[in-house]
């Protein structure tokens, strides 16, 4: 063997080979091996640093996302293993051992502290978890609204410039001239689904990703890109998600240089959709865009952050803030909303009564039949029953299942000493669920939303304790305090919009032959297939 490679290196070609071969194959073996054993005995080092930093705390084995990821009674069965024996209440806080990187971990099933958590004025004091920014930012957005941290001052600077330079769009009067557009594109998905017939499987999650992404497309560039060729791409980035996180745990940087990896493929589609941003920011450039001029359309992304300045520094925003806030709004702002509409469908279509009950307020807002209007800013006060609905849903199946944060010091959280060095999960999910807060808190009921509920005596006798213990922070889908949601209100309206025109058009069937599942990450999506049926 040995004497085969000296003869091949006394050609000019077989020394080329050989380059070629160390260049392409041992190298980036050598580099991803010596990163895996580094990363790992950081992981290592770190998990036997801090193993016995939480051994205070009540303690419970980790159970993982499966709750996440079943229907309801396999998530109750989950659910009730963070259930106090002794007390018979869901365990407020947890030890739940050594997470992905190596630190100690505890959930918070807690409202009281997860306001705490939420709504600290200090913006190091639970600053989001480092695989989070590190994973999330490097993989997807930049460093957007979404990613940045308090621990970076100048970074975090850059953050507070932008909320405030972002949030107008967002405000009453903007959203209220969006809504002739919100309808335009609801009334396209409706004549889609009405032109395929009562007959035909929609796969939930295709149909309404393309929905809610051509609005996306239209709030961030002015509708100035290809919407099939971007969700395309979008699609592909979420299904492969876990894997490019997986590797990248492990293996750093690195794994995106090897080709053909997953983790290759989601940088490289990253890069063609950055490519596609900087060429609509190229355009607007050229045409001498400014703030009010986006394209006939309501103040988009990219118009309001071509012109400004940050007051601080003086300079214009570049063009890579504004690619990153640009990934930022695709990536937060279609899949979330997307699966939070494919799970209303899917319970719906599981519940004729309550799909009745929200027709039949549709009917006598919107009318029916022929006589049937578009939806206006002022139905939607009107539309509770449909805002009930939607509420329930993001309550059982929040778009963000957890706020993962991590604590640089010692601090005291409620009752509990909380060492550094801590990832502090707050648990959206089962804060949502937690019969403190929530009469019957698995089964699906809008009705425990309805203001008008004391009319219907079975309502009233659970809705009025319910509201009554309700705590602020028991329903925060979109997180809450200094970082909640920036587009919270563009996104329930869109959803109030959609679901109210869909409805009232159509009723739902689901297919029960198909086995429930769930997919995508990080926000578990229904893989669920619908028919819609017009009303007679």
């Not at 801090?50 to 051994?55: A, E, I, R, T, Y």
């Not at 640009?326 to 494919?342: E, N, R």
């Not at 778009?399 to 601090?411: E, G, N």
């Amino acid at each position: 063997m040995i004497s085969a490679v000296l003869e091949l290196t006394e050609s000019f070609f077989g020394r080329l080979f050989l380059v070629t071969v160390v260049a392409l194959v041992v190298v980036p073996v050598v580099l991803l091996g010596s990163t895996f054993v580094f990363r790992t005995g950081k992981r290592i080092w770190t998990y036997r640093r801090g193993k016995d930093k939480l051994k205070h705390l009540p303690q419970h084995p980790l159970s993982g996302l499966g709750m996440y990821e079943n229907p309801n009674e396999a998530t109750e069965a989950k659910f009730n293993k963070y259930i106090n024996a002794e007390t018979g209440q869901l365990y407020d806080l947890v030890a739940v051992g050594a997470g992905i990187s190596g630190h100690q971990t505890v959930v918070v099933n807690d409202a009281d502290l997860l306001q705490q958590i939420l709504t600290d004025p200090d913006p190091k004091a639970y600053p989001k978890a480092p695989l989070y920014e590190e994973v999330v930012a490097d993989a997807l957005l930049g460093d957007g609204l979404v990613t940045v941290t308090g621990l970076n001052q100048p970074k975090f600077e850059r953050w507070q410039f932008h909320r405030r330079l972002l949030t107008p769009m967002f405000h009453f009067r903007a959203l209220k001239d969006m809504i002739p557009m919100m309808v335009l594109y609801t009334k396209d998905l409706v004549e889609h689904l009405e032109k395929k017939g009562p007959d035909v499987w929609h796969r939930a999650s295709d149909v309404l990703s393309r929905f809610t992404m051509s609005q996306i497309v239209w709030l961030a560039f002015g509708g100035t890109m290809d919407i099939d060729w971007l969700h395309e791409r979008q699609l592909e980035i979420g299904h492969g998600w876990t894997k490019y996180a997986a590797l990248h745990t492990f293996f750093g940087d690195w794994v995106q240089y090897v080709p053909f990896t997953p983790a290759w493929r989601i940088v490289q589609l990253r890069r063609e959709t950055e490519g596609a941003i900087y060429n609509v920011i190229k355009q607007l450039r050229q045409e001498g865009a400014t703030e009010d001029n986006s394209h006939g359309h309501a103040q988009n992304l990219i118009a309001t952050m071509l012109k400004a300045k940050n007051p601080k520094t003086g300079k214009l925003v570049t063009d890579r803030e504004i690619v990153e806030e640009a990934c930022t709004m695709l990536f937060a702002g279609y899949d979330t909303t997307s699966t939070t509409m494919s799970w209303a469908l899917y319970y719906v279509s599981k519940d004729p009564e309550t799909l009745r009950w929200v027709q039949e307020e549709l009917d006598s807002v919107l009318g029916f039949g022929p006589s049937a209007r578009d939806v206006t800013m002022e139905d939607l006060p009107n539309l509770k029953r449909v805002r009930a609905f939607i509420n329930e849903t993001l309550r059982l199946r929040p778009p963000l299942l957890t706020a993962s944060r991590f604590t640089t010091h010692d601090v005291k959280l409620g009752k509990y000493d909380i060492p550094a060095e801590t990832i502090v999960n707050a648990n959206i999910f089962l804060v949502h669920r937690n019969p403190k807060y929530w009469d019957d808190p698995h089964t699906f009921n809008p009705r425990r939303w309805d203001s008008n509920a004391s009319d219907d005596a079975d309502a009233a006798s659970t809705e009025k304790p319910d509201e009554k213990r309700r705590h602020p922070f028991a329903f925060v889908p979109f997180a809450a305090g200094a970082r909640n949601c920036i587009g919270k209100n563009f996104a329930l309206q869109e959803m109030i919009i959609a679901m109210a025109l869909i409805l009232s058009k159509f009723n739902v069937e689901y297919d029960p032959t198909k086995p429930f599942s769930v997919f995508g990450s990080p926000v578990p999506t229904p893989d669920v297939y619908l028919k819609f049926h017009l009303r007679k």
